[in-house]
């Protein structure tokens, strides 16, 4: 019982960590990402910059870590779609991580441009516009549309299982159909992430985790339903 606790605070704690990390590195980005002068605002705020990624390494790593935690318990219930999740979050996590590829190489880009003093500027401009580019798409696809499938798989199994309460995996199949949609209307072009519409659909699967975590942190999963699965799980080998 005090290993499953002890596993359930960690995932809880990945959880968290995954949030934080992802907030700070977003707004840490702001200066290479966001005004028509970043070409020489992110060489001026390297070491923010830089800090942004290392944020989103935390972050890559936080996510891998849910995933793998939560597997020993997921599994017990449904082995198949607990493997999935862990697939799909590495898949996630790659995704993002060339997001900060992306970042970091316009860092560079940047840096070049300040010290050619005179440069030709459209050059420069195109190869940050294609950069830029490819943090966009990574920020889309990565933490909205893979996690909108990570969340629904771990959601249902917390659901069917009785792990943690059922409102906390409801929110968390409702905050996954929210964020996936997000992310195809974004593909689209229909809205922005970053707006209003975008805040309000990542809304429920961020309460979903927050809420997840700290449940996890105090009460841990549920022990009779762990022991009920794993008296199943040994009934069927016989």
Not at 79 to 100: D, K, N, P, Q, S
Not at 104 to 114: N, P, Y
Not at 128 to 153: E, Q
Not at 173 to 194: D, K, N, R, S
Request: with cysteine; hydrophobic share 55%.
């Amino acid at each position: 019982m005090n290993s499953n606790k002890k596993a359930a605070k960690i995932v809880g704690v990945l959880f968290l960590l995954a949030a934080v990390t992802a907030i700070t590195g977003l707004i840490l980005y702001d200066p290479i990402l966001k005004g028509p002068d970043y070409l020489i605002k992110g060489s001026e705020h390297a070491n923010q910059v830089t800090l942004g990624a290392l944020m989103e390494l935390i972050l890559v790593a936080s996510a891998i870590g849910t995933s793998t935690a939560m597997f020993p318990f997921l599994r017990k219930y449904n082995e198949t779609i607990a493997l999935w999740h862990v697939c799909f979050r590495f898949l996630e996590a790659v995704i993002i991580t060339v997001g900060v590829i992306s970042v970091l190489s316009l860092l560079t880009l940047s840096r070049e441009f300040v010290a050619a003093g005179a440069p030709d500027i459209a050059s420069f401009q195109t190869s940050g516009i294609v950069l830029k580019a490819i943090h966009d798409w990574t920020f889309m696809l990565g933490p909205n549309f893979m996690l909108g499938i990570n969340t629904m798989m771990y959601s249902y199994i917390l659901y069917k299982s009785k792990l943690v309460p059922r409102f906390i995996p409801i929110l968390g199949m409702t905050g996954a159909a929210l964020i996936f949609i997000c992310a195809l209307l974004v593909m689209f072009g229909v809205i922005q992430q970053v707006s209003f519409w975008g805040a309000v659909l990542a809304l429920p699967v961020f309460a979903n985790e927050m809420i997840l975590a700290v449940w996890l942190i105090v009460k841990g999963f549920n022990e009779s339903a762990l022991a009920s699965m794993s008296a199943k799980k040994k009934a069927t080998r016989y």
